[in-house]
């Protein structure tokens, strides 16, 4: 058989398989409306497994090792089931909590870090041929590993939470939310998944509403103005100054819309499903501050950040000699922030 016939074969292969994947999706849709614990996970999973496919380009996943549906489904769970581990082998042995949660943290922290860091794969022959060229490119990792880290952190504090592991993995791999948040607290999730309503009880008016704002705003105004602006951003010597700065602002609203409109949808989706996501943006362009305006935008993951960056930074600056300069610890605690937010 040439190449061309098994590329054509392959083609035909994975156009079924789409199909089945819409099926799944349509019956997972269905199922989502009891409220038995198997099946809310089968929901999220069949959703899952369309969001991620529809991210993979078709001749990639026959081509690539690195595109493989399979790593990217499983690689979510075994994260999420780790983690569940060590919260068990923690709560059995209490004397060695502290130092099995936080190794767990520094696991987790360790595979983003492999994730962000070129560097790694010259230095360790046998993880540059793990990761590839690319690193190691699971969508949603980064989300992935910040709720698992928040839900570690949380589990070592004072009150830790009642973590179950189907309401882990429901949080873990929750295909509305899966690829840029909003973010959950483990906490808001739960309280959602673990007593979905029924299906004539759910919020059908913001379902609506959302899902039909947000694909306006994804598909009119931010593909309107995508293909205004891009062209001219992409040749920029080209343009006046007058076109720039109007191109400028431009993509400012393109971010944004389309940004929020995710976050619409989201939103949207999660109450078809009967889980409450939270808001993402509060009009941040109106803003009168920059502090505003980060307050505003992407709030789940500035309060994420907030809470658990931010804060444990200044806090233990505070306790050195910084104490009696205030402003020079919160000012360290920022940048290492945002060099966090940037990574």
Same mark, same amino acid.
């Given at each position: 058989?040439?190449?061309?016939?098994?590329?054509?074969?392959?083609?035909?292969?994975?156009?079924?398989?789409?199909?089945? $994947?819409?099926?799944?999706?349509?019956?997972?849709?269905?199922?989502?409306?009891? %409220?038995?614990?198997?099946?809310?996970?089968?929901?999220?999973?069949?959703?899952?497994?369309?969001?991620?496919?529809?991210?993979?380009? *078709?001749?990639?996943?026959?081509? /690539?090792?690195? /595109?493989?549906?399979?790593?990217?489904?499983? +690689?979510?769970?075994?994260?999420?089931?780790?983690?569940?581990?060590?919260?068990?082998?923690?709560? %059995? =042995?209490?004397?060695?909590?502290? @130092?099995? @949660?936080?190794?767990?943290?520094?696991?987790?922290?360790?595979?983003?870090?492999?994730?962000?860091?070129?560097?790694?794969?010259?230095?360790?022959?046998?993880?540059?041929?793990? $990761?590839? *060229?690319? &690193?190691?490119?699971?969508?949603?990792?980064?989300?992935?590993?910040?709720? $698992?880290?928040?839900?570690?952190?949380?589990?070592?504090?004072?009150?830790?939470?009642?973590?179950?592991?189907? #309401?882990?993995?429901?949080?873990?791999?929750?295909? !509305?939310? =899966?690829?840029?948040? !909003?973010?959950?607290?483990?906490?808001?999730?739960?309280?959602? =998944?673990?007593h979905l309503?029924?299906?004539?009880?759910?919020?059908?008016?913001?379902?609506?509403?959302r899902v039909?704002? &947000?694909?306006?705003?994804?598909?009119?105004?931010?593909?309107? +103005?995508?293909?205004?602006?891009?062209?001219?951003?992409?040749?920029?010597?080209?343009?006046?100054?007058?076109?720039?700065?109007?191109?400028?602002?431009?993509?400012?609203?393109?971010?944004?819309?389309? =940004?929020?409109?995710?976050?619409?949808?989201?939103?949207?989706?999660?109450?078809?499903?009967?889980?409450?996501?939270?808001?993402?943006?509060?009009? !941040?362009? $109106?803003?009168?501050?920059?502090?505003?305006?980060?307050?505003?935008?992407?709030?789940?993951?500035?309060?994420?950040?907030?809470?658990?960056?931010?804060?444990?930074?200044?806090?233990? @600056?505070?306790?050195?000699? +910084? %104490?009696?300069?205030?402003?020079?610890?919160?000012?360290?605690?920022?940048? +290492?922030t945002f #060099?966090?937010?940037?990574?």
């Amino acid at each position: 058989m040439s190449l061309a016939q098994l590329k054509l074969a392959a083609r035909i292969l994975l156009k079924t398989a789409e199909g089945a $994947l819409h099926l799944a999706y349509v019956a997972g849709v269905i199922a989502s409306f009891w %409220r038995w614990r198997p099946w809310q996970l089968l929901v999220h999973f069949a959703l899952l497994i369309v969001v991620i496919a529809r991210q993979l380009n *078709p001749m990639d996943a026959v081509t /690539s090792s690195e /595109s493989v549906l399979g790593t990217h489904l499983i +690689l979510p769970v075994l994260l999420a089931v780790w983690t569940h581990c060590a919260l068990r082998v923690a709560a %059995r =042995f209490p004397g060695h909590k502290q @130092l099995i @949660l936080w190794s767990t943290m520094a696991g987790l922290l360790a595979l983003w870090m492999a994730t962000k860091v070129g560097a790694l794969r010259t230095a360790v022959p046998p993880l540059g041929d793990l $990761l590839g *060229p690319a &690193g190691l490119s699971v969508f949603g990792l980064s989300y992935i590993l910040v709720k $698992l880290l928040h839900v570690l952190a949380d589990s070592a504090g004072p009150r830790p939470p009642e973590v179950r592991l189907t #309401t882990l993995l429901g949080f873990t791999c929750f295909a !509305p939310t =899966f690829l840029c948040g !909003p973010m959950h607290r483990y906490d808001e999730f739960a309280s959602s =998944f673990d007593h979905l309503p029924s299906a004539w009880n759910r919020d059908w008016a913001t379902v609506i509403r959302r899902v039909t704002w &947000g694909t306006f705003k994804l598909m009119v105004l931010a593909g309107a +103005l995508g293909e205004g602006v891009l062209p001219l951003l992409a040749h920029p010597a080209e343009q006046s100054a007058g076109v720039l700065w109007l191109a400028v602002y431009g993509y400012s609203a393109y971010i944004y819309l389309n =940004f929020s409109g995710v976050s619409d949808l989201a939103i949207g989706l999660g109450a078809a499903f009967g889980v409450v996501v939270p808001e993402n943006f509060d009009r !941040p362009y $109106l803003q009168l501050d920059i502090q505003s305006f980060w307050r505003t935008w992407h709030m789940t993951f500035t309060r994420w950040l907030t809470a658990y960056v931010f804060m444990p930074i200044t806090k233990r @600056l505070m306790r050195t000699s +910084l %104490r009696k300069q205030p402003k020079v610890a919160a000012s360290i605690g920022y940048v +290492l922030t945002f #060099t966090f937010c940037g990574l």
